[in-house]
């Protein structure tokens, strides 16, 4: 049973414009959420993350925003940049060292 | 500086054959975890250990052994190889949760690909 998911295998963004990656989970005791970016051959680098006491959080470039009744949350990249290509995971938590992870999103940013 | 190592980073054998998986952190994180990445790249949670204590053990078969001989260190054998254990395996390392609600980043190794023949 997979309680974080990721919907879009992958996305195609022209370099300079936004992208905008999916997750969605099902178990509402999730308190916390995490984005990886992952590039071939590479384990998992951490991005950015958020706590359920917020809907947003900004880093940089990096935006993640969280939809508590929705049970959704979302990676905003602007602007795009061909380094940004990668596989993203989501990830969630509740109040344990247990992760949860989405299947990846796989981000091409087209020069 | 390379915070989670895991070695070997390729590893082909038969199957039957038993092999280990070494992982080392220099992170000075107490919990250490297994994580298998199958073909549809899930990411699935094996095994964790905290000060050297197995807290997770999830539904592996038990031709998986982790073993733990200090903080930094949590190495993954599995005996009697099968196909179906090909697959990618991370390590990854955290401190432990602070605050009531916060989880704890982890920081992944690079993965060993395994590929049972």
């Known amino acids: 049973d997979q309680q974080v998911k990721q919907n879009s295998p992958s996305l195609s963004v022209q370099e300079g414009r936004i992208s905008i990656l999916n997750c969605d989970y099902t178990n509402s005791m999730f308190d916390y959420f995490l984005w990886y970016k992952k590039y071939p051959a590479e384990g998992p680098t951490f991005l950015i993350s958020i706590s359920s006491i917020k809907d947003k959080n900004e880093d940089g470039r990096f935006t993640v925003f969280l939809n508590k009744s929705a049970k959704h949350l979302s990676l905003h990249i602007v602007p795009s940049q061909p380094g940004d290509s990668a596989v993203y995971f989501c990830?969630?938590?509740?109040?344990?060292?247990?992760?949860?992870f989405g299947t990846g999103t796989s981000l091409t940013v087209i020069p | 500086d390379t915070a989670v190592s895991q070695t070997p980073k390729y590893l082909v054998t038969q199957m039957g054959n038993d092999k280990s998986i070494k992982c080392e952190q220099n992170l000075g994180h107490d919990t250490m975890y297994w994580y298998k990445q199958d073909s549809k790249k899930f990411l699935k949670i094996m095994f964790s250990?905290?000060?050297?204590?197995?807290?997770i053990n999830e539904t592996v078969p038990n031709r998986f052994s982790p073993k733990s001989p200090d903080k930094a260190h949590l190495n993954l054998h599995i005996n009697s190889l099968e196909l179906g254990d090909s697959a990618v395996y991370f390590c990854?390392?955290?401190?432990?949760?602070?605050?009531?609600?916060?989880?704890?980043?982890?920081?992944f190794g690079p993965g060993t690909r395994l590929l049972v023949l």
């Open positions: 250990y905290n000060n050297k204590e197995l807290i």
């Open positions: 990854a390392s955290s401190q432990d949760p602070g605050l009531a609600g916060e989880g704890e980043t982890q920081y």
């Open positions: 990830a969630a938590s509740a109040a344990s060292n247990q992760f949860y």
